[in-house]
């Protein structure tokens, strides 16, 4: 398996997925502080019915920074879904991927396999770094004066964001699938974004009511189980399909 | 079927959605030999070699490589046969030698290697040089270089001579023959341009709408006297063949 995922790296060239990645961090670092910034010199009666006044409390600043984060990576992983999997069963390029005496299933996996892992670790760092870069100054010279970032709070942060990783495992993949059928890439990045814009709502209209900790922790379980569920599931099916495939 | 034989198809039928492609058809190709696919366009050449490389999957009949059958036993058939089928597909950004790299990772196998294969093709001079920027011609060279590179038994090559210069087709006639006669290949090509089967085949199958209408080998038509080969498979692919055939036989 392991050689089979290097192989995949060899012949897709994943620099421009890294340095989207790259980009994707710069865009979160200067959001972060963009919201934190305008919450704090808005203060037309507009601006504070309008909710804009909620950004100058740190949890809902990471809350809309995570969203923000599931939308950019959710799109990303929809793109390398498509070009590793999509591409490479379409049309006349399945002569190829069909050529080689391996598994077709034990190839479907490793493509899975690698971009699950490529865009979970950007994700997590690509999302971290800024969320540690905005902690380390607002505990130098703070931005937003009405409210104190403690460490549970920054810690919350992250554990919303392992869960994300986990949703964005199954928003790709369940996209994948949905694009598959009419093998179209704009249909899975489309359907990425609508997912992840959905899933990180939710996510965050449940945090938000769910004051307490043991509820916050089913409502990952179950998020995190229906993902694994779909993942599995749509492996399955798809494995089952290309190993049945005929090039026309 | 005997160990001699490479390749065989049994009452072999394709079926896509309502339209009978291929039709009962049947081919033996001896271990060996250059068995030459004749037929016109649209007979159903690719679809048959797609059907012996595990591409397609026949309606009905058997598809048998070195004796296993391409359906069940799809990934061991795959090790054992290189294939050229229709325009080859790379992977555009990668070099040739890189691109054969890779061929050779996912047969486990080192084979001829890269250097010594792109030579055999006229490739030697390309470098790094991307196959996105390659011509049609060193397109399909390097297809022919990723078909025999492994080493494998048996070659299946759709229509190999598509876009060579006249330099090109001798050179590919010679590293066929050497192919066979030195490392012990089977060959098995398509063709719809007559001459080339003729320079090249020792065996001819001939495909006419779906149904192998006879197979037979070329010394024996040469040795006949007073027939021109052209007019012989001439008929033969026009339609009236089978009794032209039969009549000949006889
Ligand atoms: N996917 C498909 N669906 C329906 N019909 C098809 C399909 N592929 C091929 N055919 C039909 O099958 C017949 C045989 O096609 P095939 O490509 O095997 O011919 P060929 O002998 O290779 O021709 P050529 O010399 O032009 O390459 C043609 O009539 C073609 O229209
Ligand atoms: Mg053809």
Known sequence: MLKLMKLELKRNNIRAYLAASALACAILLGFIYFIACTAQIENTEEFVNAGGIAF???????????????????????VMYSRFIIGEYTGKRAALAFSYPVSRSKVLLAKLLLVFIITSVSMVVCTSVPYIVFYITESISPIVIQDTLTVSVAADALKTLGVSVLALGGIGIVSMRLGFIKKSVPTVIISAIILSAFYGNTLSALYARTATSASGVLTSLIIGGVGLFATVFVMAELSKKINKMEVE | MSSTTAVQITNLTKKFRDTTVIKDS?????????????????????????????????????????????????????RGIGSLIEAPVFY??????????????????????????LDMVGLAGTGKKPVGKFSLGMRQRLGIARAFIHRPQVLILDEPINGLDPMGIRDMRNLFLSLIQKHGMTILLSSHILSEIEHTADMVGVIVNGTVVCELYLDEIKGQSGIRLEDYFFNIMSGEGMNYAKANEA
């Open chain 1, 56 to 78: 100058r409390n740190y949890s809902n600043i990471f809350r809309l920074a995570g969203i923000l984060s599931l939308v950019i990576f959710g799109a990303m992983s929809a």
């Open chain 2, 26 to 78: 049947n081919m033996t190709v001896p271990k060996g030999c250059v068995y030459g696919f004749l037929g016109a366009n649209g007979a159903g050449k690719t679809t048959i070699f797609k059907m012996l490389t595990g591409l397609l999957s026949p309606t009905s009949g058997t598809a048998m490589v070195l004796g296993l059958d391409v359906t069940k036993e799809r990934e061991k058939v795959l």
């Open chain 2, 92 to 117: 555009e950004h990668l070099s040739a030698a890189e691109n054969l790299e890779l061929h050779l990772d996912y047969m486990g196998t080192k084979g001829f290697g890269t250097g010594v294969a």
